[in-house]
């Protein structure tokens, strides 16, 4: 996909997502909130990635939140300057999965959960008094 233009790129992000949300037909999505970037260019370009991203799923009707990076990292970890292998441990952790995740995957899933948790986790699964009693 890197040899094409960058507007048929972002057609291609806006496709996929709203392939995605065809098919599951989600009633609500969690997005990160756009960072400060060094590089203006990336930032630009992250920025219409995004906003294609939102885009496919408004279309579609599903309700958008918005989370910072630290909230996302606070709700997972509990420290909102938690590093990424950090992030990753606690994901395997919180969703009993056999592997870490990679980088990006734990990235997603951690706003997923950070999304859950805001939403209102049941009692039941808050009565774990560390985070090594939690089991989802």
Do not use: N
């Amino acid at each position: 996909m890197g040899e094409h233009p960058w507007p048929e790129r972002l057609r291609f992000i806006f496709d996929a997502i709203a392939e995605v949300v065809a098919g599951y037909a989600p009633h609500e999505m969690a997005v990160e909130q756009l960072i400060f970037a060094r590089d203006p260019t990336a930032a630009l370009k992250l920025g219409q990635a995004r906003g294609a991203v939102l885009c496919a799923g408004l279309k579609a009707g599903v309700q958008v939140h918005e989370y910072s990076p630290k909230s996302v990292k606070l709700a997972v970890v509990g420290s909102g300057g938690a590093e990424k292998c950090q992030v990753q441990h606690m994901v395997r952790i919180l969703l009993s999965l056999d592997a870490e995740p990679a980088e990006d995957e734990a990235d997603a899933l951690a706003l997923a959960l950070c999304h859950a948790h805001s939403m209102g986790i049941p009692a039941r699964r808050r009565a774990a008094a560390s985070w090594r009693d939690f089991r989802p």
